[in-house]
């Protein structure tokens, strides 16, 4: 789809390990628009497909190489086909072209389709992660087709929150509330205006969810009954962060300054080794590091204050996001000149080998990953995000 420079040609293998990168040689924007051009190209050409061989639709199959129930779509993944939108917006942001332009309406429409019931159901996580994606490409010149789904989402969050509480559970009726749901769904209300509401599902979050030994995000809680889920996922440390930099920016309110500076603090600490973002799995947990890493990146260019602690903040976020995509890149598999990256940015990619051991929904809600996380939907999209969110903190020159 994009031109090839000598900098995404194969390359020899790389040893396994910890990435270590030489710091005089950083890329600059340029050739991380270059990287992000071949991530983009790479799921457009694997993954891509018509719905139900539909003229005038596409929608992204959750496997390469895929099933035949994979590429009919016999399984939904909505909130995956979200985060394909939202890099398509990535992608129209950076270099905005027709195609492009025209390829983000054609995967909000074939979303709605194969939705069945429209644009919602009954997931606030899969929602709100939705409306960022229509949000977004409302801005960057989207039709009124998206206004319409925007709305429509705007309304069903706007009516989950529960004032009692201050949040909205994971799902319509559960009594499970969440940081994968309310991050998203706060930041979501706060680009459509909603500050206050926003603002309370942010105190809600750091009174609620904030673990005080590490000063990561747990994962949830079970109410009236107390329970709290203590896993720290990557993805729930992104959407807090994302989320308090767009309350810092909106609202001037110091507070949201200062927990964004104390969680990229956290995660600096815990969440990366020689500042790269740790772990990395496939199914849904494929999309975590990469939301990690978006949301990182608007921290580093958006995250208001002059202070000591503030720049350092921005500074330390940029790196993350930099040194966490160099890696990416190193440990890549180039496959017919496009890269393959691995569910662990620190360690080399594996070509996947036929479709055994598919992703699946599990009773839990969740999509398990393939044998090789390679193969997932999600794992590319990460990388995706990855690369763009390097492009975006080089381009403001951090």
């Not at 609620?208 to 995000?217: A, K, M, Q, V, Y």
């Not at 807090?240 to 949201?256: F, M, P, S, W």
């Not at 975590?288 to 958006?302: D, E, K, Q």
């Amino acid at each position: 789809m994009n031109s090839r420079s000598d900098d995404v040609q194969p390359r020899p293998p790389l040893r396994r390990g910890r990435a270590r990168v030489d710091s005089a040689a950083e890329p600059g924007a340029e050739i991380w628009g270059r990287r992000a051009d071949a991530a983009e190209s790479a799921v457009v050409s694997r993954h891509l497909r018509r719905l139900w061989l539909l003229p005038g639709t596409d929608l992204g199959v959750v496997g390469w190489p895929a099933t035949p129930a994979e590429r009919l779509f016999f399984t939904w993944n909505y909130w995956w086909q979200a985060h394909l939108i939202d890099c398509a917006v990535d992608a129209v942001d950076r270099a905005a072209t027709a195609d492009r332009t025209a390829r983000v309406a054609t995967l909000a429409r074939t979303h709605r389709l194969r939705n069945i019931t429209g644009w919602t159901n009954n997931y606030y996580d899969d929602m709100a992660w939705l409306a960022i994606a229509l949000e977004r490409a409302e801005r960057s010149g989207g039709s009124s087709e998206l206004r319409g789904g925007l709305s429509a989402l705007e309304q069903q969050l706007t009516a989950g929150w529960q004032p009692e509480i201050g949040a909205v559970p994971w799902r319509k009726g559960d009594d499970y509330f969440n940081a994968p749901a309310n991050g998203p769904t706060a930041i979501a209300l706060a680009r459509l205006g909603h500050h206050d509401r926003a603002a309370r599902i942010a105190d809600w979050i750091d009174a609620t969810l904030r673990d005080p030994e590490s000063g990561l995000i747990l994962d949830g809680i079970h109410l009236p009954g107390g329970r709290i889920e203590r896993p720290t996922f990557t993805y729930c440390q992104g959407v807090v962060l994302g989320l308090e930099t767009e309350l810092a920016v909106h609202t001037g309110d110091i507070r949201h300054a200062e927990r964004v500076v104390r969680l990229t603090h956290a995660v600096e600490e815990r969440m990366t080794a020689e500042k790269v973002i740790t772990g990395g799995s496939g199914g849904d947990g494929g999309l975590f590091n990469g939301i990690l890493a978006r949301y990182l990146a608007l921290v580093a260019i958006m995250l208001p204050g002059d202070d000591a602690t503030q720049r350092l903040a921005r500074q330390s976020a940029a790196a993350i996001v930099k040194v966490s995509a160099r890696a990416a890149w190193e440990h890549r598999l180039e496959v017919e000149g496009d890269p393959l990256f691995g569910p662990d940015w620190a360690i080399p990619a594996r070509l996947p080998h036929g479709t055994a051991g598919a992703g699946r929904p599990t009773p839990g809600g969740s999509v398990s990953p393939s044998r090789t996380p390679e193969r997932d939907l999600s794992v590319q999209l990460s990388g995706w995000m990855l690369m763009e969110a390097a492009q975006v903190v080089t381009a403001a020159g951090l």
